[in-house]
C-alpha cells in the first residue's frame, strides 16, 4: 500500500441520479477527509473520521451528502440527486494521528454532473 | 469558516529563491501546511510546522511561522522548473487558500 487510492477516477452522471465514491486511506490511518476541489480554488473541507465515527461535517455537506466509514478502514461518500453544481473534483485524505501531522492526499474522484 | 489568503501568482527565474506567502485567522491552529499541485495532478504534502515553532527547514524548503502576525511563508532556494505549481497552505486539516501559482522561468 503506497497511499490514499479513490474510485472511481472519473464520474460522468446526468442531474438527479445518485453517485457513490470510495476512499482507501493508507493502512492504519485512523484520520480520513473528504474534501472537494473546483477549479481555481483550494480544497473545501466537508467531513472527517477518527476510526469509525463521523467527528466533524462543514456546512457546506447539504442533506444529499452521506460519508461513511463502517469498519474504520476505507470510506464511501455518497450524493444523491445530483444537480450540476456537484461537477467538482473530490479528494480524500488520511493521516496517522489524532493531532495532526502529515496528511496524505488521494488522486481524487472528478464528477461531471450533466 | 477561517479564512486563508494567498497572493495568486508569483513568477521567478530559474535558481532564484522563490517565497510563498499565507495569512491565516485561527490563533488556535495547531499545524499549518504546504501541499504542491502540478496541473492534473493531486496535492502533494511539502512540509508542515507545529505552531509552536518559528522555522522549519527541510533541503531546499524553509518554512516560517509569525504567529503574533498570523502569516506563514514558504521559501524554495534554488528553484527550478519542476517547482512550477500551485501551492496551497492550510489550517490544520480544514482551511485551505485559494492557491498560489508559481511559474519558473527558464
Known amino acids: 500500500d503506497t497511499g490514499v487510492s479513490q474510485n472511481p477516477r472519473h464520474k460522468i452522471t446526468k442531474r438527479g441520479q445518485n453517485v457513490t465514491f470510495r476512499c482507501d486511506p493508507i493502512?492504519?490511518?485512523?484520520?480520513l477527509y473528504w474534501y472537494r476541489q473546483t477549479l481555481g480554488q483550494g480544497p473545501e473541507f466537508l467531513t472527517y473520521?477518527?476510526?469509525?465515527?463521523?467527528?466533524?461535517k462543514s456546512r457546506l455537506l447539504s442533506d444529499r451528502f452521506s460519508a461513511e466509514r463502517p469498519k474504520g478502514s476505507f470510506s464511501t461518500l455518497e450524493i444523491q440527486r445530483t444537480e450540476q453544481g456537484d461537477s467538482a473534483m473530490y479528494l480524500c485524505?488520511?493521516?496517522?494521528?489524532?493531532?495532526?501531522?502529515?496528511?496524505?492526499f488521494g488522486p481524487g474522484t472528478r464528477l461531471t454532473v450533466l | 469558516g477561517e479564512d486563508v489568503e494567498q497572493s495568486l501568482f508569483l513568477s521567478v527565474r530559474e535558481g532564484d529563491s522563490s517565497v510563498i506567502n499565507c495569512t491565516y485567522t485561527?490563533?488556535?491552529?495547531?499545524?499549518l501546511y504546504w501541499y504542491k499541485q502540478e496541473p492534473g495532478a493531486g496535492l502533494q504534502l511539502l512540509t508542515y510546522?507545529?505552531?509552536?515553532?518559528d522555522m522549519k527547514q527541510d533541503q531546499r524548503l524553509t518554512v516560517l511561522l509569525n504567529k503574533k502576525d498570523k502569516h506563514l511563508s514558504l521559501r524554495i532556494a534554488d528553484t527550478q522548473t519542476g517547482d512550477s505549481a500551485i501551492y496551497f497552505c492550510?489550517?490544520?486539516?480544514?482551511?485551505f487558500g485559494t492557491g498560489t501559482s508559481l511559474t519558473v522561468i527558464p
Open positions: 485524505a488520511s493521516s496517522p494521528t489524532e493531532g495532526g501531522g502529515a496528511v496524505f
Open positions: 493502512s492504519e490511518h485512523n484520520r
Open positions: 473520521f477518527q476510526n469509525e465515527a463521523q467527528l466533524e
Open positions: 485561527d490563533s488556535s491552529s495547531t499545524y
Open positions: 510546522i507545529f505552531s509552536n515553532m
Open positions: 492550510a489550517e490544520n486539516q480544514f482551511y
